[in-house]
Each structure stands twice: as structure tokens, then as C-alpha cells.
């Protein structure tokens, strides 16, 4: 029999790929912009606070096929449908999604961020709308390939994405400043969803391809939404929790908001070893025919995404100065992100873990377990960000958002052991 760990890795390794190329990409806008104006990275840091939520409330829609895709893995045709109903979902998390970047500037004044910072905005929140709108007609595609086992295929658009992106960022940045970071994200994501869909047609036929989803199946759109709609759920109380870091940060300042925006950067590269093994490990539990091989899976996912932290946390400690000066010559902001890196390193690790069961949770279709773990961990985070800045500063911030992602780690461990416990209803039972 393979082994779960051997069956992780052969996923979660071309997803860490695909997946990490991106992540370069978001550390060179974020390099390219320290290095060019203090304030249009604070800006960045404002908007992507909004445009987390947002994608991850698209995103979870859209994970939330995942255990309705893998039992097709024999029949990959039969999943076309599964990816049509995520799709409708999507895009109505996604419409709603784009109304809500518009309003990122009035968010930032209500938020108490400085006016030099939400000068700089500009054009973006429009951009990111198109962006998110993009995301959510053409996404679902690499989720289903990896549901179908096909996760190498992924390679392709995250690859091809990330070169346009990166491409772009050297070219306009310099020039437009934000607005061409913008411009760099929406082509990208064109590009990438356009690929993605082209490779699923290679595995389902033509039809794999469009990006219309159809007429709508109302029942099984609902059906999907019992599982997809808790984890956008879940992931938007989250983000928003760390979107009101990101403002309580802001209000301390151009630097301290710059400096956030840097550790935020560099937790991305960190969790991806987590972030791909939950990817992996979710179609795989939704297929497990026992309680038994989905804590295996589950266990040997957590062992990945753990060690992947881990080793990741090692460079950053020895070279924290140095990797910290790629991203700005600021003083003031290097040193207020030094200060911040050991509770950024422990973050890291529990939200690694954190991914890795909420994953885990859905491939049982028991995200609104995930749900109430997350609010219960991320809920006060937002009503005490602003205390704690004032009292403690940014270390402060990332000391609260460490224990949070603990607290929510040790909930949804709970809430899995206790889901096999109530009865494990396999891939068998299911079909």
C-alpha cells in the first residue's frame, strides 16, 4: 500500500511549485514598491487587507467542489457538472466580492489609516475588482485537476501566470507604480485561468474548457453551498480578522504598515508547504473508505505542512536583516519588522497546521465545523487589534495573531478526531 506521506508529496510538491512561483511574484511587488515609495507600499498593504477576504471567500467557494470532484476520479467527465455548479457559486461570491474592493478607499478613512497612504490608492480597487471578477468566472479548473489527480497540470498555468506577472511588475511598477502592480495581476490571472481550463480539457474533453458554466442547477448549487459557503465563511472571518491587523498596524503609521506588509509577504512562502499538503490531502480523505485512512492522511499532511514551516523559519531566522533589506532600505521599517519576526515564525507554524485540518474538515464535508473554529480563534482578534497596537505595537499584533491561529489549530483538531468519532461517511458510501 503507498504511503499517505508518498501520496502527499506526489500532490502538494508541483502544487508547492505552482503555488511558489506566485508567491515570488507577490514578494517582488512588494520589493518593487518598498524600494520605490514607503507609501504606495503601505497602500498595497491596505488593499490587499481587503482583497484577502474577498479572494478567500471565492476561493473557499470553490474548495468546497473538491470532495464532489474526487469520487469522479475514474469517470473525470462526470465531474464537469460539480465544476460548473462551483462556478455559479463563484461567481456570486465574486460579484459581491468586486463591490466590496470599490469601497477600499472609504474602508481605509473609516479605518483611521493616514491620508498619504490612501492617496496612493488610485486606481487599484478598480483593478482588483476585475481581478477577483476574473478569478471567480475562470477558477475551479486547477482545484479540479488535483481533485482528479492530476495536480501536475497545474505547473502549467501557475508557471506561464507568474511569468506575465513578474514580466509585467518590472515593466510597469517603475512607471505606474501601483496601478501597474494592478495591471500585473489582472493580465496574470487571465492568463493562468486561461491555461488551467485548457489543460482540464485535456482531461475531461472540449466541454472541460468554457468558462460559462451554463444554466444553473439550482439543488445542486445548494447542495455545494452547504459545504463551500461555511468555508468562504470560515476564510472571510479569517481575513478579515487579519485585514483589521493590517489597519491597526496602518494606524501607527506609513512604517509600521510598510513593515506588516513585509511579514505578511513572507508568511506566504512559509505555509506553502501547508497550504499544498491541505490541497492534496482533502480529495484523498474525501475518498478514504475508512475513518482510519483519513486520520492517516490527515497525520501525514500535518507532518508535510509542519515541516515545510519549519524549514522555512531556519534561513529566516540566520538571515532575517538581510532577506528583511530586499524589500526596503527604510531604517525604521526594517527594524520595526526585525522586532516582529520570532511571533511572525510561530504564526506561521500554527497556521500552517490550522490550513492543513480546515482542508482535512472539508474533504469530510464538515466545513461549518471549520466555521465555528475560526470564529471562535479569529473573532475577538479584530475587536482587540487596535488595543494591542496602541499598548504593544506591531509585536504585539503578531504575539495576538500567533495564539489565535494556535487557538484555532487545537479546535479543528478536535472537530476532525470528533467527525471520524460520529461516523465517517466513505467514498463508498457516497457514490
Given at each position: 500500500m503507498t504511503s499517505p506521506v508518498r501520496v502527499i508529496l506526489g500532490a502538494a510538491v508541483p502544487l508547492a511549485l505552482s503555488a511558489g512561483v506566485g508567491v515570488a511574484a507577490r514578494l517582488a511587488a512588494t520589493s518593487l514598491l518598498g524600494h520605490q515609495a514607503t507609501a504606495q507600499l503601505a497602500a498595497f498593504a491596505v488593499a490587499g487587507a481587503v482583497?484577502?477576504?474577498?479572494?478567500?471567500?471565492?476561493?473557499?467557494?470553490?474548495?468546497?467542489?473538491?470532495?464532489?470532484?474526487a469520487p469522479h476520479r475514474d469517470d473525470p467527465a462526470g465531474a464537469l457538472p460539480a465544476l460548473r455548479d462551483a462556478r455559479w457559486l463563484a461567481l456570486g461570491l465574486g460579484t459581491a466580492?468586486?463591490?466590496?474592493?470599490l469601497c477600499v478607499p472609504l474602508l481605509a478613512r473609516a479605518g483611521g489609516v493616514a491620508e498619504e497612504v490612501t492617496a496612493e490608492l488610485g486606481v487599484l480597487p478598480w483593478l482588483l475588482a476585475g481581478y477577483v471578477l476574473l478569478l471567480a468566472a475562470g477558477g475551479g479548473a486547477n482545484g479540479t485537476l488535483v481533485a482528479l489527480g492530476h495536480a501536475r497540470q497545474?505547473?502549467?498555468?501557475?508557471?506561464?501566470?507568474?511569468?506575465?506577472?513578474?514580466?509585467?511588475?518590472?515593466?510597469?511598477?517603475?512607471?505606474?507604480?501601483?496601478?501597474?502592480?494592478?495591471?500585473?495581476?489582472?493580465?496574470?490571472?487571465?492568463?493562468?485561468?486561461?491555461?488551467?481550463n485548457g489543460r482540464l480539457a485535456r482531461v475531461t474533453g472540449p466541454a472541460g474548457w468554457a468558462l460559462w458554466p451554463g444554466r444553473p442547477r439550482?439543488?445542486?448549487?445548494?447542495?455545494m453551498a452547504g459545504v463551500g459557503i461555511p468555508m468562504s465563511a470560515a476564510l472571510v472571518i479569517?481575513?478579515?480578522?487579519?485585514?483589521?491587523?493590517?489597519?491597526?498596524?496602518?494606524?501607527?503609521?506609513?512604517?509600521?504598515?510598510?513593515?506588516?506588509?513585509?511579514?505578511?509577504?513572507?508568511?506566504?512562502?512559509?505555509?506553502?508547504?501547508?497550504?499544498?499538503?491541505?490541497?492534496?490531502?482533502?480529495?484523498?480523505?474525501?475518498?478514504?473508505?475508512?475513518?482510519?485512512?483519513?486520520?492517516?492522511?490527515?497525520?501525514?499532511?500535518?507532518?508535510?505542512?509542519?515541516?515545510?514551516?519549519?524549514?522555512?523559519?531556519?534561513?529566516?531566522?540566520?538571515?532575517?536583516?538581510?532577506?528583511?533589506?530586499?524589500f526596503t532600505s527604510d531604517g525604521r521599517v526594517l527594524a520595526a519588522a526585525s522586532g516582529a519576526l520570532p511571533p511572525a515564525a510561530?504564526?506561521?507554524?500554527?497556521?500552517g497546521c490550522a490550513i492543513v485540518m480546515s482542508a482535512s474538515l472539508t474533504g469530510l464535508r464538515r466545513s461549518a465545523w471549520s466555521l465555528g473554529c475560526t470564529a471562535a480563534g479569529y473573532g475577538p482578534l479584530a475587536l482587540?487589534?487596535?488595543?494591542?497596537?496602541?499598548?504593544?505595537?506591531?509585536?504585539?499584533?503578531?504575539?495576538?495573531?500567533?495564539?489565535?491561529?494556535?487557538?484555532?489549530?487545537?479546535?479543528?483538531?478536535?472537530?476532525?478526531?470528533?467527525?471520524?468519532?460520529?461516523?465517517?461517511?466513505?467514498?463508498s458510501a457516497r457514490r
Open positions: 482583497l484577502g477576504p474577498v479572494t478567500a471567500a471565492v476561493s473557499g467557494g470553490l474548495r468546497g467542489l473538491t470532495p464532489f470532484v466580492g468586486a463591490g466590496v474592493l497545474v505547473l502549467w498555468s501557475g508557471l506561464a501566470g507568474t511569468a506575465a506577472e513578474v514580466l509585467l511588475l518590472l515593466a510597469l511598477v517603475p512607471r505606474l507604480g501601483l496601478t501597474g502592480a494592478g495591471l500585473a495581476l489582472v493580465a496574470a490571472a487571465g492568463v493562468s485561468v486561461a491555461i488551467a439550482p439543488r445542486a448549487i445548494l447542495r479569517k481575513f478579515a480578522a487579519l485585514a483589521g491587523v493590517a489597519y491597526a498596524a496602518a494606524r501607527t503609521g506609513a512604517h509600521g504598515a510598510a513593515a506588516h506588509a513585509i511579514l505578511v509577504s513572507l508568511d506566504g512562502p512559509l505555509t506553502l508547504a501547508a497550504f499544498t499538503a491541505g490541497q492534496a490531502a482533502a480529495p484523498e480523505i474525501a475518498r478514504a473508505s475508512s475513518a482510519a485512512a483519513a486520520r492517516r492522511t490527515n497525520r501525514a499532511a500535518l507532518a508535510v505542512g509542519a515541516t515545510g514551516v519549519l524549514a522555512g523559519s531556519v534561513p529566516l531566522g540566520c538571515l532575517g536583516g538581510e532577506m528583511l533589506g530586499l510561530v504564526f506561521a507554524l500554527a497556521n482587540v487589534a487596535a488595543p494591542v497596537a496602541t499598548a504593544w505595537g506591531l509585536i504585539g499584533l503578531w504575539w495576538a495573531l500567533a495564539g489565535c491561529a494556535a487557538l484555532v489549530f487545537a479546535l479543528q483538531t478536535w472537530a476532525f478526531l470528533r467527525a471520524a468519532d460520529l461516523g465517517f461517511v466513505g467514498y
